[in-house]
């Protein structure tokens, strides 16, 4: 199961403000020696590298340019989700403190001056106690916002500028007026010896308060994983020296021998050694159906043991088990970016220093232009400008929904590889589909046998075709090897076997020269098939693959092989059409058999008798009609379609080779599996796009109102203080809205 893993540790991220950080973290880690990549996830505040290089070296790179770093490659996830818990709880503590404290000076003076209490300085009187008002606002801005000043210190130091600095800039400018007006109000025009220590205390307080409900809230975005690491069991029952023993998963060794009981967890994944049991995969494949298993079965760890006592053999323990990778590839996931996100990272890094040439017009504008007190409406607008432009909430916009969304699709036994993958998905426009084990069981069995020349008993025909086959892993001949052995047919050793791509094995038998597979196996060796071509068609009609058998050159019967059609494969391709997608069928199969099959699931476009290698030119020919191309598949041939299609979905059933060559892999075998993907990148991307225009719009459109728009019109001026509400809140609707994609259900028709 190691599909899922690449080399990556993870960082935990101090001091990062706003999404202008990210690149700045990511461009550092990224220009470090032996890093291949670096994502990071602004709404975590987490970063994930991939590369062979030393945690502290990486935290060297971090440190260098303003930020604090924290490695948490050794822990485990639970241990991981926890200390973050710990963390985030802490810092939702201290962050509430800081409001508290901030808006007991802010809010008792916000409201004396609305209710007409005199916000200027006149006497000596007044004069005394505004400067005991503005140390009471210095120390505030010490205990409650510190944090800003350090960040926009870091950030200046390094010539970068971000959140911080719009904050520290905006409430230092406005204590640092109010303090020049305590100090020399004779210097200024009478109307402008206002101040606005409210302003600064209530800015501090309501970005604080913003900053805890983001923190609240973006917490339930981690409950996939939560309800992932939940799934694990704690402890396992290992039989020791003829004795049961309860030890800790970690310490479950690989061939111990595992004891399940009913109403028990699979600790680790293994085989079943001693017993018989049904076991409930749901949590893993959103499949409601218990699965029979019996001795030889795999189990995975996670699972739920229903009904009987079983043992079993330990596979894969620890980091290696299909939970644990599977946890892993959410996680990755969830820190990786769809474009329209690198998009927002790249706007934002811009954004901030935009923000700042903004406010010094705007505050040149009203010193030249404006009307008395022209230095206080300066510094209004100036202040307003910085406050109401934090570009929190666009940072927030796409990992948000990307995290809510990975973790709903895992919800539904969809793993998603990356944020690219997640984005493509909600464009596909074309769907190709394997037939065998995709839209069929994968499981084909033998329903014919046509006797081509009597002196041959089905006996012999199907020891034949058995003992040919059995050096073969196609599912076809797994079916005629089976039905073989269920006759009691002992099978013979073969020589010189040949397997002939796309069209079947030859191989020698005591002697005799053996060839089976199809038509045009048949023609390419010369051997005449009479009138059994028409038999054979016939077969195909009924969904039937035909093959041939040929004994020294002479053709001496015909098998028959059918692959049931998965019970739920029409309903699913019903719903991938209904939403406008183009499904297209591809198979090496025979062309009857696969125009049979797809006219009962109702798929009108077939390519048949493709061989491997030209699967992947199919996805080619469909990408230049221009078409974005989903493959789906679970064979080894369906590797190189699925990594040239524009999204390769892997049924989970299959093979290792195909699953790790797809970007998005469907735990159950069933094609709802691929609706519902699909469906979710839909809801996501929409919700990401929501987020985006609502923080964007919001940024752009605040500014000029910050700046003083509407007062050469209707005579009113944006309060700073209104303006660090405003943008303190919009962070919260952001999360709140993409935590709404957590009720998103995808609906089965």
């Not at 811009?350 to 007190?373: K, Q, R």
């Not at 796309?502 to 010369?526: R, S």
Request: glycine letters at 8%; hydrophobic letters at 45%.
């Amino acid at each position: 199961m190691n599909k899922f893993t690449e080399p990556s540790q993870d960082l935990i991220i101090e001091g990062a403000g706003c999404a202008s950080c990210v690149g700045k973290i990511e461009q550092a880690l990224n220009h470090t020696a032996g890093v291949e990549s670096a994502e990071m996830n602004f709404a975590l505040r987490t970063v994930t590298v991939t590369g062979a290089v030393e945690p502290k070296v990486l935290i060297k790179a971090i440190e260098a340019i303003g930020y604090n770093a924290k490695s948490v490659s050794d822990s485990s996830d639970d241990e991981l989700l926890d200390e973050k818990e710990a963390a985030d709880q802490k810092y939702y503590s201290s962050l509430m403190k800081q409001m508290w404290i901030a808006l007991g000076l802010g809010v008792p003076l916000m409201v004396y001056g609305l209710f007409g209490g005199p916000m200027t300085v006149e006497t000596t009187t007044e004069r005394g106690v505004w400067l005991f008002i503005g140390i009471l606002c210095a120390a505030i801005m010490y205990f409650s916002g510190k944090h800003f000043y350090i960040g926009a210190w870091k950030s200046l130091v390094n010539h970068t500028a971000n959140m911080d600095t719009l904050i520290a800039l905006g409430t230092g400018t406005a204590w640092i007026y109010s303090m020049i007006v305590v100090f020399f109000p004779l210097a200024l025009p009478e109307m402008a010896r206002h101040v606005y220590f409210e302003a600064t205390a209530m800015i501090i307080g309501l970005i604080n308060l913003g900053l805890a409900l983001e923190v609240k809230a973006r917490g339930k975005t981690s409950e996939a994983i939560k309800r992932l690491i939940g799934l694990q069991a704690k402890t396992a029952r290992v039989l020791r020296d003829n004795k049961d023993l309860d030890i800790a998963i970690e310490q479950v060794l690989i061939n111990d021998i595992v004891r399940v009981r009913p109403g028990e967890k699979v600790p680790v994944d293994g085989v079943v050694t001693q017993g018989r049991t049904s076991i409930d995969e749901s949590m893993l494949t959103g499949e409601p159906m218990p699965v029979e298993k019996n001795e030889g079965d795999d189990i995975v760890a996670g699972t739920l043991n229903k009904s009987g006592s079983i043992l079993f053999k330990a596979t894969r323990v620890g980091k290696d088990t299909a939970i644990a990778q599977i946890i892993n590839m959410v996680k990755r996931a969830q820190n990786s970016k769809p474009p329209i996100g690198r998009l927002a990272d790249v706007i934002s890094a811009y954004f901030v220093p935009v923000v700042m040439i903004i406010s010094i017009v705007s505050a040149l504008v009203w010193l030249n232009f404006g009307p008395d007190p022209v230095i206080a409406f300066a510094v209004v607008s100036a202040t307003t400008v910085l406050i109401i432009a934090c570009p929190c909430a666009l940072g927030l916009a796409t990992p948000m929904s990307v995290m809510v969304g990975v973790g709903k699709a895992a919800e539904a036994g969809v793993l998603i590889r990356n944020g690219e993958a997640l984005q493509t998905a909600s464009k596909i426009t074309a769907m190709i589909l394997d037939k065998t084990g995709t839209i069929t069981e994968g499981a084909p069995k033998v329903t014919d046998i046509i006797v081509a020349d009597e002196n041959y008993t089905e006996q012999q025909i199907l020891s034949f075709a058995g003992s040919i086959e059995s050096d073969s892993e196609h599912p076809l001949a797994q079916a005629i090897v089976d039905s073989a052995l269920a006759k009691d047919i002992v099978l013979e050793n073969t020589t010189d076997f040949q397997a002939i791509v796309g069209h079947g094995v030859e191989a020698k038998l005591n002697g005799q020269q053996l060839l089976f597979g199809n038509q045009k196996l048949m023609l390419k060796n010369g051997i005449a098939l009479n009138g059994f071509v028409t038999k054979a068609q016939q077969l195909a009609d009924n969904a039937k693959t035909p093959m041939y058998l040929a004994v020294d050159h002479k053709l001496v019967a015909i098998i028959a092989v059918s692959d049931p059609i998965k019970k739920d494969s029409i309903a699913a391709i019903k719903r991938l059409q209904a939403s406008g997608i183009r499904v297209v069928m591809l198979t090496g199969d025979n062309r009857a058999t696969a125009n049979a099959v797809a006219k009962q699931v109702g798929i009108k476009e077939v390519f048949a008798e493709v061989m491997p290698d030209d699967k992947a030119n199919k996805v080619a020919e469909l990408q230049a009609q221009g078409e974005i191309v989903g493959m789906t598949g679970d064979g080894i041939n369906d590797a190189p379609a699925l990594a040239l299609s524009n999204v390769g979905f892997a049924i989970g059933t299959g093979t290792d080779v195909a699953i790790e060559s797809a970007d998005i892999t469907l735990m159950r075998g069933s094609l709802h599996g691929l609706a519902d993907a699909i469906a979710i990148s839909k809801a996501t991307l929409s919700n990401i796009k929501q987020n985006l225009f609502g923080a964007f719009i919001y940024n752009v459109a605040g500014v000029p109102f910050a700046a003083g728009i509407l007062y050469p019109f209707f005579g009113l001026m944006l309060n700073p203080v209104v303006a660090g509400a405003a943008m303190a809140f919009s962070s919260l609707t952001v999360v709140s809205n993409a935590n709404r994609l957590r009720l998103f259900k995808p609906q089965e028709h």
